[in-house]
C-alpha cells in the first residue's frame, strides 16, 4: 500500500486478524516465525471465553478498546444474543446499530487513549511484525488499521478500500457465522439476511461514521492525531520511519 508521499508500507511488519485461539501446529510455527509482537484488543471476558493460543517468542499485550462490555461491540456470547434478538430481523435498525458503534469508537476518550497505547508499541523497534487481533478481525482491528494508515500517509480512499477489503478476506466465515445464526434462531424466529449481513460485513457508511465523529470532536483528523493519541511530529516521523519504504 502506497503512502501519499510515493513510499510504500513494508510488507509483513503491520497485521490484523480475528482471533488466535484455534490455531493448527502448522498456524502456530508459520506464526512465529512471522511475528514478535501480539495485540489483543478484546474485552476480559472475550478473551476468557476464547484465550489465544500462547507461542514461544511472541510477546503479548492486552489492549482492549472498551471500558466496559457494549453489546454488539465485543463479540462475548451473551452479547451475540442480545444483538441478533434485537436487531436480526430488522435491517435498518442493524445498519443504524453499527453506525452508533463506529461513532463510539471516535467518541470515546478511553478508546483514543487505547489506540494511543497501541501505537505507542508499534514505535518500539522490532524485526518481525506487530499482530493485533479482536474476535472478528473488522470493527476495532479495522480501525486500528485506519487509524495507522492515517498516520502513514495513505490516502483516505485508500484506506476506506482497505477496510471493505475485510469483507473479501472474511466471506466464507460471514457465510458459515448466517448461517450457524440462523440454525440456532429456529424455525420461529424470522432472521434476516441482510440485517446479518449489516452486522457482519464491512460497510463505506461505517467508517465514514467514525471519520465524520472525529472531525466532529477533534476538527479533523490530523487534530485527532495530536490531541486525541498525544502524537507530535517526531512520533510521526519515527512511525513513517520504521514502516515506509
Known amino acids: ?63 482492549p ?21 434485537r436487531f ?16 463510539a469508537f471516535a467518541e470515546s476518550d478511553f478508546a483514543a487513549d487505547q489506540y494511543a497505547g497501541f501505537i505507542r508499541l508499534l514505535m518500539e523497534p522490532r524485526e518481525k511484525a506487530v499482530v493485533w487481533h479482536c474476535t472478528a478481525g473488522k470493527d476495532r482491528v479495522g480501525i486500528g488499521a485506519a487509524i495507522i494508515e492515517e498516520i502513514l500517509g495513505v490516502t483516505r480512499d485508500d484506506v476506506i478500500d482497505d477496510y471493505l477489503a475485510t469483507n473479501e478476506y472474511l466471506k466464507e466465515d460471514f457465510a458459515f457465522l448466517t448461517e450457524f445464526v440462523k440454525s440456532q434462531a429456529g424455525d420461529g424466529c424470522l432472521i434476516s439476511d441482510e440485517a446479518l449481513r449489516y452486522l457482519f460485513e464491512a460497510h463505506r457508511d461505517y467508517i465514514e461514521e467514525y471519520y465524520r465523529t472525529i472531525d466532529s470532536k477533534y476538527g479533523s483528523f490530523s487534530c485527532f492525531v495530536r490531541d486525541g493519541l498525544k502524537l507530535d511530529g517526531n512520533d510521526i516521523h519515527i512511525l513513517q520511519s520504521q514502516y515506509l519504504i
Open 1 to 63: 500500500m502506497a503512502a501519499a508521499d510515493g513510499r510504500r508500507i513494508v510488507s509483513g511488519r503491520l497485521v490484523r486478524c480475528g482471533n488466535l485461539s484455534d490455531l493448527s501446529r502448522q498456524d502456530r510455527t508459520a506464526f512465529t516465525s512471522l511475528a514478535e509482537a501480539v495485540v489483543d484488543f478484546r474485552t476480559d471476558g472475550e478473551r476468557s471465553e476464547k484465550p489465544d493460543i500462547m507461542m514461544p517468542g511472541i510477546r503479548y499485550h492486552n489492549i
Open 88 to 103: 436480526g430481523s430488522e435491517p435498518a435498525k442493524a445498519r443504524q446499530y453499527m453506525c452508533d458503534m463506529y461513532h
Open 65 to 85: 478498546i472498551l471500558d466496559s462490555l457494549t453489546a454488539g461491540i465485543t463479540r462475548e456470547e451473551a452479547a451475540d444474543q442480545d444483538i441478533f434478538a
